[in-house]
């Protein structure tokens, strides 16, 4: 049996007397696509740095790839947090710096690399997120929101990593500039054999992508399985987050596209 990409065991996060997540379990095996949807004020994107190590949960353990997240020397962490990628919700991207130098940061964190090295794998990542090599110059002010969540996808492939995790991927963009991000998503994802975890409320999108959706709700995992398999389960949340016209709706246009 493979080892899981992510372990999430006994995750407990606390900030001061609130508590966020009180017990939670979370396995994702290599190459699936899973969504995590939960209400507001869940811990969704608290989950997700935990995940990355952007924070440290109050008790638990974070696994990846089979060892705990915070194990080993220095070096060994630092191997292990080459193996991922994240987008961060507004995209994350340096102002001061043009596209091209936002997506070499992390490439120049390496060391090591020649400058024709990093201009090389630049450009090959700006080109396979559909980006032509005159936008390399352009600054971050000068993009749409769109070309925002290109740049910093192209920034979280800029290490090849094997896992890539996405904070509201399409959040902002109107429905033409979501729905060729998703699609965009799907080729990266079995073009390059990548897991993907996002968080994501837009149910076109999670409809989509997902191979299965982990539920948060009463400050754990509620249940992680098939959209089909969820929709039947009788809970207020799913109930509320599913089931409603508007979102039956949406998940019927995210199936059409998936």
Do not use: W, Y
């Amino acid at each position: 049996m493979s080892v899981p990409v992510i372990q999430l065991e006994g995750i407990v996060t606390r900030f001061g007397h609130a508590v966020v997540h009180d017990g939670i379990d979370l396995t994702i095996p290599a190459g699936e696509v899973v969504s995590l949807v939960g209400g507001s004020g869940s811990g969704k994107t608290t989950l997700l740095r935990e995940i990355v190590g952007l924070l440290t949960p109050t008790r638990g353990t974070v696994r990846l790839f089979g060892e705990d997240l915070h194990a080993g020397s220095r070096a060994a962490q630092a191997r292990r947090r080459r193996r991922f990628g994240m987008l961060f919700q507004q995209g994350a991207l340096f102002s001061a710096f043009n596209v091209f130098e936002n997506v070499a940061f992390p490439l120049r964190e390496l060391h090591g690399l020649s400058e024709r090295e990093v201009r090389d794998a630049v450009m090959l990542k700006l080109a396979l997120v559909e980006l032509q090599p005159e936008h390399a110059l352009l600054m971050p002010a000068e993009l749409s929101g769109g070309m925002v969540k290109r740049v910093a996808l192209a920034r979280a492939l800029a290490l090849e990593p094997e896992l890539l995790l996405l904070d509201e991927p399409t959040a902002g963009l109107d429905p033409d500039r979501s729905a060729a991000f998703v699609h965009l998503i799907q080729e990266l994802q079995h073009q390059l054999g990548l897991t993907v975890v996002l968080v994501t409320h837009d149910l076109d999108t999670l409809a989509a992508l997902s191979s299965r959706v982990a539920v948060l709700a009463e400050k754990r995992i509620l249940v992680c399985d098939t959209l089909e398999h969820i929709m039947t389960i009788d809970h207020p949340f799913i109930e509320r987050f599913f089931r409603s016209e508007r979102s039956q709706r949406a998940l019927a246009r995210g199936m059409e596209t998936a």
